[in-house]
């Protein structure tokens, strides 16, 4: 068990393209995030085709054989030594098809971590997962949340209960959603004493503007970091389980 985990929000900005045109930009900031001595990145909702529901109806738009899509992705990742958390459109072996978060890391197959919290035409075109995915990570355990997720304080009350000293959501937050998204994840983290990080997305989606801001909130709420504004931006913070302790066991 490791006394400190450091970790990167990376806020990205997706590419026309698809899954394959913005797997490259994905290497790009993960080497950005693995010089900051990262061992976990996490990446946006949807970051591989950016969030247009619409681009779906292409089936190239999803992942159906995530360990061969992503190939070029988890090579990397064998080589920096770091995993990345992503977000994708992702059918299952079985075919259910899930909005989710997919863990790529060294040494073994990508994770799929699905958003259990659906919202809006997603509802439509994907299954809701039913439990919170905890993935120990240096010794760290990480829980996933994607987006709506964050939104439902008893995702993260599972979470708490499940272990995590980690909450790691992948999120779309435009302009006029500042204040609800610093609600969401200091309250988040306060509430069940872990860390919290933001991956929103950056730039545009046909949600609107990104408002930025991603980044890691401490055990107490408050924020530690933060992007500096709203295009792509690594976002790294050293986590000390002393804070943990801090928090969970007061003197």
Same mark, same amino acid.
């Not at 958390?85 to 060294?106: F, K, N, W």
């Not at 999120?171 to 204040?179: D, I, L, P, Q």
């Given at each position: 068990? *490791?006394?400190?985990?450091?970790?990167?929000?990376?806020?990205?900005?997706?590419?026309?393209?698809?899954?394959?045109?913005?797997?490259?930009? !994905?290497?790009?900031?993960?080497?950005?995030?693995?010089?900051?001595?990262?061992?976990?990145?996490?990446?946006?909702?949807? *970051?591989?085709?950016?969030?247009?529901?619409?681009?779906?109806?292409?089936?190239?738009?999803?992942?159906?054989?995530?360990?061969?899509?992503?190939?070029?992705?988890?090579?990397?990742?064998?080589?920096?030594?770091?995993?990345?958390?992503?977000?994708?459109?992702?059918?299952?072996?079985?075919?259910?098809?899930?909005?989710?978060?997919?863990?790529?890391?060294?040494?073994?197959?990508?994770?799929?971590?699905?958003?259990?919290?659906? !919202?809006?035409?997603?509802?439509?075109?994907?299954?809701?997962?039913?439990?919170?995915?905890?993935?120990?990570?240096?010794?760290?355990?990480?829980?996933?949340?994607?987006?709506?997720?964050?939104?439902?304080?008893?995702?993260?009350?599972?979470?708490?209960?499940?272990?995590?000293?980690?909450?790691?959501?992948?999120?779309?937050?435009?302009?006029?959603?500042?204040?609800?998204?610093?609600?969401?994840?200091?309250?988040?983290?306060?509430?069940?004493?872990?860390?919290?990080?933001?991956?929103?997305?950056?730039?545009? *989606?046909?949600?609107?503007?990104?408002?930025?801001?991603?980044?890691?909130?401490?055990?107490?709420?408050?924020?530690?970091?933060?992007?500096?504004?709203?295009? *792509?931006?690594?976002?790294?913070?050293?986590?000390?389980?002393?804070?943990?302790?801090?928090?969970? !066991?007061?003197?």
């Amino acid at each position: 068990m *490791s006394a400190e985990l450091t970790v990167a929000a990376v806020q990205s900005v997706a590419l026309p393209g698809g899954v394959s045109a913005n797997v490259d930009e !994905h290497i790009r900031l993960l080497e950005d995030a693995d010089g900051h001595g990262a061992r976990l990145a996490v990446f946006p909702e949807l *970051s591989l085709t950016g969030y247009d529901l619409d681009l779906l109806a292409d089936e190239s738009a999803w992942l159906t054989s995530p360990s061969a899509q992503l190939g070029e992705l988890q090579a990397a990742c064998e080589d920096m030594g770091i995993a990345a958390a992503v977000g994708a459109a992702v059918r299952e072996p079985d075919g259910t098809p899930r909005l989710a978060t997919i863990l790529v890391r060294p040494g073994t197959a990508p994770l799929i971590a699905p958003k259990m919290h659906l !919202h809006g035409a997603e509802k439509d075109l994907f299954e809701p997962g039913s439990r919170p995915t905890v993935v120990d990570i240096d010794g760290w355990n990480v829980a996933f949340a994607v987006c709506f997720d964050a939104a439902h304080p008893s995702h993260a009350e599972q979470a708490a209960a499940a272990g995590a000293d980690l909450y790691a959501a992948s999120a779309v937050y435009v302009v006029g959603e500042e204040r609800r998204l610093d609600l969401h994840f200091g309250a988040r983290a306060m509430e069940s004493r872990f860390f919290a990080l933001l991956a929103n997305a950056g730039g545009a *989606s046909t949600l609107g503007e990104s408002c930025g801001l991603s980044g890691i909130w401490g055990p107490d709420g408050h924020r530690m970091v933060t992007a500096a504004g709203t295009g *792509s931006e690594v976002v790294p913070a050293v986590l000390f389980r002393s804070a943990l302790t801090r928090y969970r !066991h007061p003197s």
